[in-house]
Nanobody, 122 residues
């Protein structure tokens, strides 16, 4: 089992920044990738970014690439999501997940955190 704990969410004004953290209890052979997803009220969960623990290869959907940056600290088993120029449309619960492939497909990710709320006020 792998436990993931997100932190860093909160309330921020439009135009502001937040950095989310995702601490993993351990890494295994089938959890070589960590990803961030988000789910806004009444919307489907949406892929935000992913990174490989080893090598740091990243994958962003085009809509996220300009304002969001994913990174990781392998010594701390922690991944980060830096979010800049936030807008109210970024309001959502942000989840981290781990899996074996660098992909936007959420069903590939085996372990999920409980989520952290990000609210952007106008």
């Amino acid at each position: 089992q792998v436990q993931l704990v997100e932190s860093g969410g909160g309330l921020v004004q439009a135009g502001g920044s937040l950095r989310l953290s995702c601490a993993a209890s351990r890494r295994t052979f089938n959890t070589v990738v960590v990803a961030w997803f988000r789910q806004a009220p009444n919307k489907e969960r949406e892929f935000v970014a992913a990174i490989t623990w080893s090598g740091g290869a990243t994958y962003y959907p085009p809509s996220m690439k300009d304002r969001f940056t994913i990174s990781r600290d392998t010594a701390k088993n922690t991944a980060y999501l830096q979010m800049d120029s936030l807008t109210p449309d970024d309001t959502a619960v942000y989840y981290c997940a781990t899996g074996a492939q660098l992909t936007p497909l959420e069903n590939v990710y085996d372990y999920w955190g409980q989520g952290t709320q990000v609210t952007v006020s106008s």
